[in-house]
């Protein structure tokens, strides 16, 4: 893969100490936050999906760009699922709540620059509060909520969905990234499918399926397709990635006379 300024390896929060963070935030003022779930995931993959997709996209942006990646958030907004078993969810007010103090934890270390990785889209409404929130208090600070895909353009990602907005899920190409990066967590003797159908409205998700499945031909994914799609999601948001952390502040000669 292309390199961006890292060395290979995710430069991970956590592991640093308390002096590498603060020398790390003096050379550069930027950290990647992923944000998962838990939840179901039909009956052939964990409830941890959306987590390890996501975590794995921001640790391999990390390590060809050099800019830290902090503990995912594992939990999310997930109570549109219904009553699968399994699911842990926040409330929106309680993602934005936790958002807010980790943002203001890290712009008092020194962070000024924010990227939200999304792995689940219903995180969406409340991570871009919580963007909106920071700006609001910190001037001095950019932030932006993106999905692991959404520099990847999406009429481009093979879910094998066409319709169904938010609930694209357990499909195709989640079932084939997650047997490219944990085989040992997927049941595909189990796999099964479910037709997507377009409306206007937006359901919980035990509204449409039985079997909290939403998309076509699951039981054709695959590891090497998995492969193709997770090296294209790191890729471009890495490149999107490198060249924020470096974008130039507005300038007054942005503005016309």
């Not at 959306?50 to 390590?63: E, F, K």
């Not at 932030?143 to 895909?149: E, F, L």
């Not at 190409?173 to 997927?186: A, I, K, N, Y």
């Not at 790191?234 to 942005?254: I, K, L, M, N």
Request: hydrophobic share 40%; aromatic share 6%; net charge negative.
């Amino acid at each position: 893969m292309e390199n961006l300024g890292g060395d290979g390896r995710p430069v991970r929060w956590d592991e640093l100490t308390w002096p590498e963070a603060r020398d790390t935030v003096a050379s550069a003022d930027t950290v990647i936050i992923p944000v998962g779930a838990v939840e179901q995931h039909g009956p052939h993959l964990p409830l941890n999906v959306d987590t390890v997709i996501c975590q794995a996209v921001a640790d391999q942006v990390s390590a060809l760009t050099g800019i830290p990646v902090i503990p995912p958030i594992t939990y999310g907004v997930s109570g549109s699922h219904g009553d699968f078993a399994g699911t842990i969810a926040l409330r929106p007010e309680t993602l934005i709540a936790t958002m807010e103090d980790v943002l203001d934890s890290l712009h008092a270390s020194g962070v000024r620059q924010f990227v939200l990785l999304n792995g689940h889209i219903w995180n969406n409404g409340a991570l871009d509060v919580s963007a909106e929130k920071l700006r609001v208090r910190h001037k001095d600070s950019r932030i932006r909520a993106i999905g692991y895909v959404t520099m990847y353009p999406g009429p481009e990602v093979n879910g094998r969905v066409q319709f169904g907005r938010g609930l694209m899920h357990a499909n195709f190409f989640e079932t084939s990234v997650m047997l490219h990066l944990r085989p040992d967590l997927v049941r595909m003797d189990r796999a099964t499918s479910h037709i997507d159908v377009d409306s206007f409205w937006d359901y919980r998700m035990d509204q449409v399926s039985e079997t909290g499945v939403w998309g076509r031909d699951v039981a054709q994914a695959n590891a090497e397709h998995g492969r193709s799609e997770f090296e294209r999601c790191v890729q471009t948001t890495a490149r999107a990635v490198a060249a924020a952390a470096r974008e130039p502040w507005p300038s007054s000669a942005h503005r016309p006379n």
